[in-house]
């Protein structure tokens, strides 16, 4: 006579996929050896359980502590990754950091002229030349460069807020973009990357999924868009 192994399964499947309590744990055990002992007791004489079996049995409600503990330690584990993870996006507040956008604002000063924010490119694949153009909100294109070869990965640049022609423009939010080619001048994807201060940190729910707050402009973004801290 064997304990039935529908128990055994469900015991071990309510353990993986929801989780138990050390009072619901405790008290399936409880049961466990209860149903052994009820077992043992009522036996045939002259066919005794064989320690195989019994061992098997054990072994089988000992699964489910180590499911339990492994469970345990996992949250554990998790838990600390999530508070690290916060304490490294607290680190960023007031740093300057380059997001995916093409946004770029240029301000005036009287005494020291055009300030315009930093960009940046992404680039798959090493770029033989690349050209940056900077444009109007209304679409009017007011600077050009070729910046030549450009390595794979991230790189920033700066721009002074004047045109080609050496004139300031307006103060105010233009777009900057980007075209990438090779060797043979086939297009290379690319993506424009805009600068962003970091204002603030929101754990989600259970301190994962941390974002970084970036202001009214340009919201909320995960630590996985910093592409760049300045």
């Known amino acids: 006579?064997?304990?039935?192994?529908?128990?055994?399964?469900?015991?071990?499947?309510?353990?993986?996929?929801?989780?138990?309590?050390?009072?619901?744990?405790?008290?399936?055990?409880?049961?466990?050896?209860?149903?052994?002992?009820?077992?043992?007791?009522?036996?045939?004489?002259?066919?005794?359980?064989?320690?195989?079996?019994?061992?098997?049995?054990?072994?089988?409600?000992?699964?489910?502590?180590?499911?339990?503990?492994?469970?345990?330690?996992l949250n554990g584990i998790t838990q600390q990754m999530d508070a690290a993870q916060t304490l490294q996006a607290a680190g960023l507040i007031d740093k300057a950091v380059l997001v995916p956008g093409n946004n770029v604002m240029v301000s005036v000063d009287p005494d020291n002229g055009s300030y315009a924010t930093p960009f940046?490119?992404?680039?798959?694949?090493?770029?033989?030349?690349?050209?940056?153009?900077?444009?109007?909100?209304?679409?009017?294109?007011?600077?050009?460069k070729e910046l030549g070869r450009v390595a794979a990965g991230v790189e920033s640049f700066s721009w002074g807020g004047m045109t080609n022609g050496g004139e300031a423009v307006p103060e105010g939010a233009y777009r900057v973009n980007f075209k990438a080619t090779d060797a043979e001048g086939e297009l290379l994807e690319s993506r424009a990357l805009n600068y962003a201060l970091v204002q603030g940190v929101s754990p989600g729910a259970g301190g994962s999924d941390v974002r970084l707050d970036l202001g009214a402009i340009y919201g909320q973004v995960t630590l996985d868009q910093i592409k760049q801290i300045l």
């Open 1 to 73: 006579m064997n304990i039935d192994t529908s128990v055994i399964n469900n015991i071990n499947s309510n353990t993986s996929t929801a989780g138990l309590s050390t009072r619901q744990s405790a008290e399936l055990r409880e049961s466990f050896m209860t149903l052994l002992i009820t077992q043992l007791q009522n036996q045939d004489p002259l066919n005794p359980m064989e320690n195989s079996e019994m061992t098997s049995q054990l072994a089988q409600i000992n699964t489910v502590s180590g499911i339990e503990e492994l469970n345990a330690t």
């Open 120 to 144: 940046g490119i992404e680039l798959d694949a090493p770029a033989e030349q690349v050209e940056v153009t900077v444009t109007s909100q209304s679409g009017e294109v007011v600077y050009t």
